[in-house]
């Protein structure tokens, strides 16, 4: 069982490049997250999605953006890093089921994404 | 003042000890995880709790909906249970049903 898979792992980038965090999942999760961690912080929700075709911000969206061609996949751009950005990133996904409250509301976590800018 | 506090933040204990790690919120929630992370490692959810108390192994999870209030709790500690545990809840007053984190609690048991 797969679960989320996030790539790269590692990463350093210049200043001013940009890069794409790739995550798919294989649980047909309707809701994608991307979270941020950053040391002594709770985890930051950058952007969300609520099924193909859907995206939103989250609390820290400025400098990153969000595509949601299909269920499965749910990539994170980032066009022009800036230190600020040197964090771990982190993919998740979970189910909700419309109309059934609160059934399925448990996350799978991708491994993380290490990214370091210079 | 932070939406999910969790105490302590750092715990040092000796193998065999009884652990709590306690989570208070502030917010209206659906349903609350307590999740382990090791160090460089991923994110794995030990437990969801929406009300009462759930059992794994050496591991029980507790939640008290009207004193928003949750704890953890690790009998016969092991050196492997060293992580740090990261209390989250389900905001139920949007439509993202995003998280919101505690800053976690950095447990290391000593053999």
């Known amino acids: 069982n797969a679960g989320v898979t996030q790539t790269p792992k590692f990463r350093i980038l210049k200043i001013g490049q940009s890069m794409t965090l790739q995550c798919t999942q294989d649980?047909?999760?309707?809701?994608m997250y991307w979270y941020r961690q950053d040391p002594g912080m709770g985890l930051k929700l950058i952007y969300y999605?609520?099924?193909?075709?859907?995206?939103d911000k989250g609390e820290v969206p400025n400098g990153y953006n969000v595509s949601r061609s299909t269920t499965e996949d749910f990539p994170l751009r980032l066009e022009l890093a800036a230190p600020s950005q040197t964090s771990v990133y982190f993919c998740a996904s979970s189910r909700i089921i419309p109309g059934q409250g609160r059934a399925n509301y448990g996350y799978t976590f991708g491994s993380g994404t290490r990214l370091t800018v210079v | 003042k932070n939406e999910v506090e969790q105490s302590p933040q750092n715990l040092t204990a000796q193998e065999g000890e009884f652990i709590t790690i306690n989570c208070s919120y502030s917010v209206g929630i659906s349903a609350l995880h307590w999740l382990q992370q090791h160090p460089g490692g991923g994110i794995v959810s030990l437990f969801m709790?929406?009300?009462g108390k759930k059992k794994h192994g050496r591991l029980i999870a507790t939640i008290n909906i009207q004193e928003k209030h949750s704890s953890l709790h690790i009998t016969a500690s092991h050196p492997r249970d060293s992580a740090v545990y990261i209390c989250?809840?389900?905001?139920?007053?949007?439509?993202?049903?995003?998280?919101?984190f505690g800053t976690g609690t950095l447990l290391a048991v000593q053999p």
């Open positions: 989250a809840v389900i905001y139920s007053g949007g439509a993202t049903n995003k998280l919101i």
């Open positions: 649980m047909n999760h309707n809701y």
């Open positions: 999605s609520v099924g193909a075709g859907i995206t």
């Open positions: 709790l929406s009300s």
